[in-house]
C-alpha cells in the first residue's frame, strides 16, 4: 500500500494547508488545497520580504540556483513524467521545462549587458541605465500543460530578481504544486517563490487589486479575466503583462524590469 | 546662527539689485483664435466651443483656442489612420529626414517659442530659452536618427509601428513633453494625434505650423486642444492604437482603467515626491544650488522635483542656514525677465491647490519659511517655501504638491535615508549628495526610482531614459528605451 502525499501550498519555503481549511478536487479524487483571499495576503507578504534579498543576490548566484533548479526537476523526471500522465508527450513537458530553466538560468548576468546602455549625454556627466526587477509579481499559471506552462512564465520573471505568486492552474494543480518541492531544495529562499492553488474567479480579484503587487502576468487568463484584472490593475498603476507568444526570450524578462537611469557629474 | 527674515532681505536689497530686463517681444505674433490641426492643415472645429488660454504672469487672454468635442476627436483620428499606412510604408531615411527637418525648425524659431511657451505658461524666460527649446529639438534630434536604424536597436526582432497614438501631455512642459511623445512615434512610424493641456496649448499650435513648414505628410501629426473631456475622448477612442500618457497619477489611474480590455498599449509618465538626500560629507554649496535647483526649477511645476530634502542630522543646521540665505536671493517676479528665477503659477486652479497643502502644512505643524518677497498684483504667484519639523506622515511629505515647496527631513544612518526616501508609492527620481563613491553607488541601487541623480539633479538629455518605479507609471521616454512603446516586437 503506498504512503499518499498531502498536496499544500507553498508559502513562504513551507508547504502549508489553506488557512480556510477548505479542499477541492479537481481530478476527482486528490484532495488540493483551495487558497482564500488570506492565503494570497500571507504569500504576498512573504514575497515582499524575500525581494531585497532575492533582487540583491548577484547574478551569477541567482543563474546557478536556476541551473539548480533544472537539476532538480530533471532529477525527479520519472515523478513528474508519471504526474503529467506519462508517455512522450509528458516526457516532452518535461525536458521543456528543464530546457526553459537552463535557459533563462544563463540569462541572469547577461540581460543588463543586453538591455542596459551607457548613454552619451550632452553635458559632462556619466549616465548610465540598467535594469532592475520590478518588485512582486502575480502570474496566472496558463491552464494546459500543467508544468512547463508554470515554467515558462516563472523562469523570466525569477531570472530578472522578481519575487512570485504564482495561482496553479485551476484544472491541474499538482504539477505546479509538487514544482514546490523542487524549487525548495534548489537554494531559493524562501518566500521568493509562493504557489497558491485554488479557484481563479475567486483569486483574480484580490490578485489584481492587492496594493503590494507590482506586476500581473496574465499568461492563464481568458479576455473578460484581463479586462476586470486591467480595471482594478489600476488602483497601484500595476504593470499587466499580456505577452502570449509562447518563446524564451530577453523581451519577456524585460517585461518585468523596471530601467533606472543613474546620472553623475564628470569634474576634477 | 540663523538669519532674520529681516536681515536676509536687506543682504537681498544690498547684494541683488538687478535692472528690469525683459525678454523682447515684439517678434512674436500669437493668432487671436485657433483651429485644430487636423490632416495637414488647420481647419474650423466642428465644436463651436472656444476657451481663453491666459498669461498667468498677467491674467491676460492670450488667444482663443478650441474646446475639441467627439466630431473633432474622430476626425483627427481618422485623419492620422489615413495616414499611417503611407506614413508606416514611407522609406524610413525619408521618414528620418521628416524628423531631422523639425529639429532644425525648433532651433530656428527657438526665440519665439521660448517667449510663447513663457507668456502661456508663466516659466522664466531663462529656462524656457535655455531647457525646454533646445532640448526639445535635440529630441527630435535624437530621433530622428533612430527612424532608419529600428532593426539594430531590437535584436533579433523586426519592429514594426503599432498605428495611432493618442498623448495626452501636461502644461509644465508642453514643447519639451510633445517632443518627447512625438519623436519616437514617428521614428517608429507612427502617426499620432495629440492634444496639449488646457492651459498651454500656443506652442502646440506652433508646432502644428513647423509641421506644415517641414511640409510632413498630413495627417501624420494632428493636434486637438481641450480640456480634460477631449483627452478622454482621444484614449477612449478605437481607432487609438497606442495610449500615451503625461500627468497626476489620478488621471493616469482612470486611463489604465478606462482602456482596460481594450489592448490598446500604454505608457505612463505619472507623478513623483522625490527624495533628495544630503551626507554629511557632501559639498553643502553645490548641495544647496542643487537642492534649490530640485525644487524651484520651473516653479516646482516638475513631477520629478526634489520635493523631499532628507539632511543628515549633523548638517541640518548649518545646511538649512545656507538654503534660507540662498532662497533670499531668488528673485521672483516677470517671466518674461531674463534674471528671473521663480515665475507665475501655471493657474489659479494650481495655486488654490499649492495653498490648500501649505496650509495643510502649518496645521499639522511643519514650520513654514518663506524669504521676503514682494508678489505682484495680478497673476498667479506663490513664494518660495520651506518646511522644517515636518513628519513623514503629513500630507506635505506624502502627496505631490506640485508648486515651489520643500518639505525638509532629517536622518541619521544611510539605512534610514533608503527607508525614508522609499516610503512612498511615487518612485520617478531620486537625489544623493556625498563625496563618497561607493555610498552614490550603493544608495543609487536601493532608491526605488527611475532616475537617480547623484551630486546633481533636474538633468535631462534626450539620450537618457526617462521614468517612474511603483504609481509614478510605467514605460520610458528618451533614449533607445524610448522606442519600445511605439514598436511592436511579435
Same mark, same amino acid.
Given at each position: 500500500?503506498?504512503?499518499r502525499?498531502?498536496?499544500?501550498?507553498?508559502?513562504?519555503g513551507?508547504f502549508?494547508?489553506?488557512?480556510?481549511?477548505r479542499?477541492?478536487?479537481p481530478?476527482?479524487m486528490?484532495?488540493?488545497?483551495?487558497?482564500? =483571499?488570506?492565503?494570497?495576503?500571507d504569500?504576498?507578504?512573504?514575497?515582499?520580504?524575500a525581494?531585497?534579498?532575492?533582487?540583491g543576490r548577484?547574478?551569477?548566484?541567482?543563474?546557478?540556483?536556476?541551473?539548480?533548479?533544472?537539476?532538480m526537476?530533471?532529477? =525527479?523526471?520519472?515523478q513528474?513524467?508519471?504526474?503529467l500522465?506519462?508517455?512522450?508527450r509528458a516526457? =516532452?513537458?518535461l525536458?521543456?521545462?528543464v530546457?526553459?530553466?537552463?535557459?533563462?538560468?544563463?540569462?541572469?548576468?547577461k540581460?543588463?549587458?543586453?538591455?542596459?546602455?551607457?548613454?552619451?549625454?550632452?553635458?559632462?556627466y556619466f549616465n548610465?541605465?540598467?535594469?532592475?526587477?520590478?518588485?512582486?509579481?502575480?502570474?496566472?499559471?496558463?491552464?494546459g500543460?500543467?508544468?512547463?506552462?508554470?515554467?515558462?512564465?516563472?523562469?523570466?520573471?525569477?531570472?530578472?530578481?522578481?519575487?512570485?505568486?504564482?495561482?496553479?492552474?485551476?484544472?491541474q494543480?499538482?504539477?505546479?504544486?509538487?514544482?514546490?518541492e523542487v524549487?525548495a531544495?534548489?537554494?531559493?529562499?524562501a518566500?521568493v517563490?509562493?504557489i497558491?492553488?485554488?479557484?481563479?474567479?475567486e483569486l483574480?480579484?484580490?490578485?489584481?487589486?492587492h496594493?503590494?503587487?507590482?506586476?500581473?502576468?496574465?499568461?492563464g487568463?481568458t479576455?473578460?479575466e484581463?479586462?476586470a484584472?486591467?480595471?482594478?490593475?489600476?488602483?497601484?498603476v500595476?504593470?499587466?503583462?499580456?505577452?502570449t507568444?509562447?518563446?524564451m526570450?530577453p523581451?519577456l524578462?524585460?517585461?518585468?524590469?523596471?530601467?533606472?537611469?543613474?546620472?553623475?557629474?564628470?569634474g576634477? | 546662527?540663523?538669519i532674520?527674515?529681516?536681515?536676509?532681505?536687506? @543682504?537681498?536689497r544690498?547684494?541683488?539689485?538687478?535692472a528690469p530686463?525683459?525678454?523682447?517681444?515684439?517678434?512674436v505674433?500669437?493668432? %487671436?483664435?485657433?483651429?485644430?490641426f487636423?490632416?495637414g492643415?488647420?481647419?474650423?472645429?466642428h465644436?463651436?466651443?472656444?476657451f481663453?488660454?491666459?498669461?498667468?504672469?498677467t491674467?491676460?487672454?492670450?488667444?482663443?483656442?478650441?474646446?475639441?468635442?467627439?466630431?473633432?476627436?474622430d476626425r483627427?483620428?481618422k485623419?492620422?489612420?489615413k495616414?499611417?499606412?503611407?506614413w508606416a510604408?514611407?522609406?524610413?531615411?525619408?521618414?528620418?529626414?521628416?524628423l531631422?527637418?523639425?529639429?532644425?525648425? @525648433?532651433?530656428?524659431?527657438s526665440r519665439?517659442l521660448?517667449v510663447?511657451e513663457?507668456?502661456d505658461g508663466?516659466?522664466p524666460?531663462?529656462e524656457s530659452r535655455?531647457?525646454?527649446i533646445?532640448?526639445s529639438a535635440a529630441?527630435?534630434?535624437?530621433?530622428?536618427?533612430?527612424?532608419?536604424?529600428?532593426?539594430?536597436a531590437?535584436?533579433?526582432?523586426?519592429?514594426?509601428?503599432l498605428?495611432?497614438a493618442?498623448q /495626452?501631455?501636461?502644461w509644465?512642459?508642453p514643447?519639451l513633453?510633445?517632443?518627447?511623445?512625438?519623436?519616437?512615434?514617428?521614428?517608429?512610424? &507612427?502617426?499620432?494625434v495629440l492634444?496639449?493641456?488646457e492651459t498651454t496649448?500656443l506652442s502646440a499650435?506652433?508646432?502644428a505650423?513647423?509641421?506644415?513648414q517641414?511640409?510632413?505628410? %498630413?495627417? /501624420? /501629426?494632428?493636434?486637438?486642444?481641450?480640456?480634460g473631456?477631449?483627452?478622454?475622448?482621444?484614449?477612449?477612442?478605437?481607432?487609438?492604437k497606442?495610449?500615451?500618457f503625461?500627468?497626476s497619477t489620478?488621471?493616469?489611474?482612470l486611463i489604465?482603467?478606462? *482602456?482596460?480590455?481594450?489592448?490598446?498599449?500604454?505608457?505612463l509618465?505619472?507623478?513623483?515626491k522625490?527624495?533628495?538626500i /544630503?551626507?554629511?560629507?557632501a559639498p553643502?554649496?553645490?548641495?544647496?544650488?542643487? *537642492?534649490?535647483?530640485?525644487?524651484?526649477?520651473?516653479?516646482?511645476?516638475?513631477c520629478?522635483?526634489?520635493s523631499?530634502l532628507l539632511?543628515?542630522?549633523?548638517?541640518a543646521?548649518?545646511l538649512?542656514?545656507?538654503?534660507?540665505?540662498?532662497?533670499?536671493?531668488?528673485?521672483l517676479?516677470?517671466?518674461?525677465?531674463?534674471n528671473?528665477? *521663480?515665475?507665475a503659477i &501655471?493657474?489659479?486652479a494650481q495655486?488654490?491647490?499649492?495653498?490648500?497643502?501649505?496650509?495643510?502644512?502649518v496645521?499639522e505643524?511643519?514650520?513654514?519659511y518663506q524669504p521676503?518677497?514682494?508678489?505682484?498684483?495680478?497673476?498667479?504667484?506663490?513664494?518660495?517655501?520651506?518646511?522644517? &519639523?515636518?513628519?513623514q506622515?503629513?500630507?506635505?511629505?506624502?502627496?505631490?504638491?506640485f508648486?515651489?515647496?520643500?518639505?525638509v527631513?532629517?536622518?541619521?544612518?544611510?539605512n534610514e535615508?533608503?527607508?525614508?526616501?522609499? &516610503?512612498? %508609492?511615487?518612485?520617478l527620481?531620486?537625489?544623493v549628495w556625498?563625496?563618497k563613491?561607493?555610498?552614490i @553607488?550603493?544608495?543609487?541601487?536601493r532608491?526605488?526610482?527611475?532616475?537617480?541623480w547623484?551630486?546633481?539633479?533636474?538633468r535631462f538629455?534626450?539620450?537618457?531614459?526617462?521614468g517612474?518605479y511603483?504609481?509614478?507609471?510605467?514605460g520610458?521616454?528618451?533614449?533607445?528605451?524610448g522606442?519600445?512603446p511605439?514598436?511592436?516586437?511579435n
Amino acid at each position: 500500500m503506498d504512503v499518499r502525499k498531502t498536496y499544500k501550498l507553498f508559502v513562504n519555503g513551507e508547504f502549508v494547508r489553506s488557512e480556510s481549511g477548505r479542499a477541492y478536487r479537481p481530478d476527482g479524487m486528490v484532495n488540493v488545497p483551495r487558497g482564500s =483571499r488570506k492565503d494570497l495576503r500571507d504569500a504576498v507578504r512573504a514575497a515582499r520580504t524575500a525581494f531585497p534579498g532575492w533582487a540583491g543576490r548577484t547574478a551569477m548566484n541567482r543563474g546557478q540556483i536556476l541551473y539548480r533548479a533544472a537539476e532538480m526537476l530533471d532529477g =525527479r523526471a520519472a515523478q513528474f513524467v508519471e504526474l503529467l500522465g506519462g508517455g512522450v508527450r509528458a516526457r =516532452r513537458e518535461l525536458e521543456r521545462s528543464v530546457e526553459t530553466l537552463v535557459w533563462y538560468a544563463g540569462w541572469t548576468d547577461k540581460l543588463p549587458q543586453v538591455t542596459g546602455t551607457v548613454n552619451p549625454v550632452a553635458g559632462p556627466y556619466f549616465n548610465f541605465t540598467i535594469p532592475e526587477p520590478t518588485g512582486v509579481v502575480a502570474i496566472v499559471a496558463p491552464e494546459g500543460d500543467a508544468l512547463s506552462g508554470l515554467v515558462r512564465r516563472l523562469a523570466p520573471v525569477l531570472c530578472g530578481g522578481n519575487v512570485v505568486v504564482a495561482l496553479a492552474g485551476e484544472s491541474q494543480p499538482l504539477a505546479a504544486l509538487t514544482l514546490a518541492e523542487v524549487l525548495a531544495t534548489s537554494d531559493l529562499p524562501a518566500g521568493v517563490v509562493n504557489i497558491i492553488s485554488g479557484q481563479r474567479k475567486e483569486l483574480l480579484p484580490w490578485l489584481s487589486s492587492h496594493m503590494d503587487i507590482n506586476a500581473i502576468d496574465t499568461a492563464g487568463c481568458t479576455t473578460d479575466e484581463i479586462k476586470a484584472i486591467e480595471e482594478s490593475a489600476a488602483g497601484n498603476v500595476k504593470r499587466v503583462i499580456k505577452l502570449t507568444k509562447d518563446e524564451m526570450s530577453p523581451y519577456l524578462i524585460s517585461a518585468f524590469m523596471e530601467m533606472k537611469t543613474v546620472w553623475h557629474p564628470i569634474g576634477v | 546662527m540663523a538669519i532674520t527674515k529681516k536681515q536676509s532681505a536687506e @543682504l537681498a536689497r544690498q547684494a541683488f539689485e538687478y535692472a528690469p530686463a525683459p525678454e523682447a517681444i515684439d517678434h512674436v505674433k500669437i493668432q %487671436p483664435r485657433h483651429g485644430l490641426f487636423i490632416g495637414g492643415r488647420m481647419v474650423e472645429a466642428h465644436s463651436k466651443k472656444h476657451f481663453p488660454t491666459i498669461n498667468p504672469a498677467t491674467e491676460k487672454t492670450l488667444s482663443q483656442v478650441v474646446d475639441a468635442d467627439e466630431v473633432d476627436v474622430d476626425r483627427a483620428v481618422k485623419a492620422a489612420g489615413k495616414a499611417f499606412d503611407s506614413w508606416a510604408r514611407l522609406s524610413p531615411s525619408r521618414r528620418s529626414r521628416y524628423l531631422f527637418r523639425i529639429s532644425r525648425l @525648433l532651433q530656428e524659431r527657438s526665440r519665439e517659442l521660448a517667449v510663447v511657451e513663457t507668456m502661456d505658461g508663466g516659466k522664466p524666460i531663462k529656462e524656457s530659452r535655455d531647457v525646454d527649446i533646445p532640448l526639445s529639438a535635440a529630441h527630435f534630434f535624437y530621433y530622428a536618427g533612430w527612424a532608419d536604424k529600428l532593426e539594430w536597436a531590437f535584436p533579433n526582432r523586426k519592429p514594426r509601428p503599432l498605428g495611432v497614438a493618442g498623448q /495626452v501631455i501636461p502644461w509644465n512642459f508642453p514643447l519639451l513633453m510633445l517632443s518627447w511623445k512625438i519623436a519616437p512615434a514617428l521614428a517608429a512610424g &507612427n502617426t499620432v494625434v495629440l492634444k496639449p493641456a488646457e492651459t498651454t496649448p500656443l506652442s502646440a499650435m506652433l508646432f502644428a505650423e513647423i509641421c506644415m513648414q517641414a511640409e510632413l505628410p %498630413p495627417g /501624420v /501629426v494632428n493636434i486637438v486642444t481641450g480640456a480634460g473631456k477631449t483627452g478622454s475622448l482621444l484614449v477612449s477612442h478605437p481607432g487609438v492604437k497606442k495610449v500615451a500618457f503625461t500627468g497626476s497619477t489620478e488621471v493616469g489611474k482612470l486611463i489604465q482603467r478606462a *482602456i482596460a480590455g481594450s489592448g490598446k498599449r500604454l505608457t505612463l509618465e505619472l507623478g513623483g515626491k522625490a527624495a533628495n538626500i /544630503v551626507f554629511e560629507d557632501a559639498p553643502l554649496d553645490q548641495a544647496v544650488e542643487g *537642492i534649490v535647483n530640485g525644487i524651484y526649477f520651473n516653479q516646482g511645476h516638475v513631477c520629478c522635483a526634489g520635493s523631499r530634502l532628507l539632511v543628515q542630522e549633523s548638517i541640518a543646521e548649518p545646511l538649512l542656514e545656507k538654503l534660507k540665505r540662498r532662497l533670499s536671493t531668488l528673485r521672483l517676479g516677470d517671466p518674461l525677465d531674463k534674471n528671473t528665477d *521663480i515665475g507665475a503659477i &501655471n493657474s489659479r486652479a494650481q495655486l488654490e491647490k499649492i495653498q490648500g497643502l501649505v496650509e495643510s502644512g502649518v496645521d499639522e505643524g511643519a514650520e513654514l519659511y518663506q524669504p521676503e518677497c514682494v508678489l505682484p498684483e495680478r497673476g498667479f504667484w506663490f513664494p518660495p517655501t520651506l518646511f522644517t &519639523n515636518v513628519s513623514q506622515s503629513y500630507r506635505i511629505a506624502r502627496e505631490e504638491i506640485f508648486g515651489p515647496v520643500l518639505s525638509v527631513l532629517t536622518f541619521r544612518t544611510p539605512n534610514e535615508a533608503v527607508e525614508k526616501a522609499n &516610503n512612498t %508609492p511615487y518612485g520617478l527620481s531620486a537625489g544623493v549628495w556625498t563625496d563618497k563613491g561607493s555610498r552614490i @553607488l550603493w544608495m543609487a541601487e536601493r532608491m526605488r526610482a527611475g532616475v537617480v541623480w547623484a551630486n546633481t539633479f533636474n538633468r535631462f538629455d534626450p539620450t537618457s531614459p526617462f521614468g517612474g518605479y511603483k504609481e509614478s507609471g510605467f514605460g520610458r521616454e528618451g533614449g533607445v528605451h524610448g522606442l519600445l512603446p511605439y514598436v511592436d516586437l511579435n
